[in-house]
């Protein structure tokens, strides 16, 4: 490696703290004492990953710590790391071991002597790559997520939900504003909002097993990477994160009738009250799916952003159903007795209100502070 700064590594870290000090070590034994710098993007791991992480730049200057707070996602979590750094080439890797670093320094040499070259690859699918020690059962899901993705990168590219690459500063510079930040898969991202065919090499390696640390990956993450496939598809028509609040939507509008007929029907309660309820129950399903799922990557936590979230959401949804019955009564007086299509515009009007408001002032509110 050159002496002057050459190379990032980029690390999105979660509950790593333990192999913080074991990848500084590798990275040093495979790419020398200069002319790279590792950034680790720590999204306030519990586990005192930042700590370690600072513990170990205070006596090293190539060890950055980027720790963010109130924001999760290991996309986002790239795409910041990778405009942290001044080097003009950047690699992605994870921080539990299991990429291959020695691998580092060819990558670099192909960007570096072919000007031409986009971006180099880490393939568990080429010849001479493999899944190392994974069940059918793990194998069987990524040959259909790599399937899948294929058919939205339109490039042949074997491994296009790799985690370890390296690419060119530049070029992701220009993408940022293109990049959609869904979801875990960066090179999905990278490879599909690029406006032309991006070059790549792809180099076999073979995933290794964990140690230390326990798998991200979890249902919510796989539902995270059919979002992200989603949004490259139909992302420029309907906005994901509305799809997503709809859906949302739509289940709790089957609690709501399920806890109308339990009170209503089968309780015997006064149909106002068992109505009230049922509002109640559904805007609070509604609030908790949504922080799980719609606003991930700016979910509420704690006690007291929890009940300041769950009040004004139920406002806001409140409001949205006065204008869902508003206008669908001017429509149906309108229109002298038809009730479908003044039905649907209400539903319409009140969907996207809820989702208007509560994205500014229910999830948007936190998420500006914490980013400020």
């Known amino acids: 490696m050159p002496d002057a700064l050459h190379l990032a590594i980029v690390v999105p870290v979660f509950n790593e703290a333990k192999n913080v000090p074991r990848l500084i070590e590798r990275l040093d034994a495979v790419l020398g004492e200069s002319g790279w710098e590792v950034i680790f993007v720590d999204d306030d791991s519990p586990d005192g990953t930042g700590d370690a992480a600072r513990a170990m730049a205070r006596r090293d200057p190539r060890v950055r710590v980027i720790q963010r707070i109130g924001r999760r996602g290991l996309s986002t979590a790239c795409i910041e790391g990778m405009c942290a750094t ?52 793990r194998v069987a899901k990524s040959a259909l997520a790599t399937r899948l993705a294929q058919h939205v990168i339109k490039a042949d590219l074997s491994d296009p939900m790799s985690g370890f690459f390296m690419i060119r500063t530049a070029i992701v510079r220009q993408l940022v504003p293109s990049l959609s930040g869904i979801g875990f898969k960066i090179l999905l991202d990278v490879m599909t909002a690029s406006p032309r065919p991006l070059k790549f090499r792809e180099m076999p390696y073979v995933f290794r097993t964990r140690d230390a640390g326990e798998s991200k990956l979890d249902h919510v993450v796989a539902l995270e ?7 490259r598809m139909f ?19 089957l609690v709501h009738l399920t806890i109308l007929w339990l009170l209503y029907q089968a309780l015997g309660a006064d149909f106002l009250a068992a109505q009230i309820g049922a509002t109640l129950v559904a805007m609070t399903f509604n609030f908790f799916l949504n922080n799980l799922l719609t606003y991930r990557d700016r979910r509420l936590r704690g006690t007291r952003q929890l009940i300041d979230g769950w009040v004004s959401f139920c406002v806001i949804c409140s409001v949205g159903a006065i204008a869902n019955v508003g206008v669908a009564a001017f429509l ?41």
């Open 86 to 137: 001044a080097a003009p080439i950047v690699a992605v890797m994870d921080g539990d071991l299991q990429h291959d670093e020695t691998l580092l320094p060819r990558m670099f040499e192909l960007l570096f002597d072919q000007p031409d070259l986009d971006l180099v690859i880490g393939s568990r699918f080429v010849e001479g790559g493999g899944t190392g020690e994974w069940d059918r059962d």
């Open 225 to 231: 990477y059919l979002i992200a496939l989603y949004d």
């Open 235 to 253: 992302g420029r028509w309907v906005p994901v994160r509305f799809v997503l609040f709809a859906g949302v939507g739509a289940m709790g509008a």
């Open 332 to 372: 149906h007086g309108a229109q002298q007795g038809a009730w479908a299509v003044p039905a649907l515009a209400g539903v319409a009007v009140g969907a996207v209100w809820n989702f208007a408001l509560s994205s500014r002032f229910t999830w948007g509110r936190y998420g500006r502070r914490a980013a400020g």
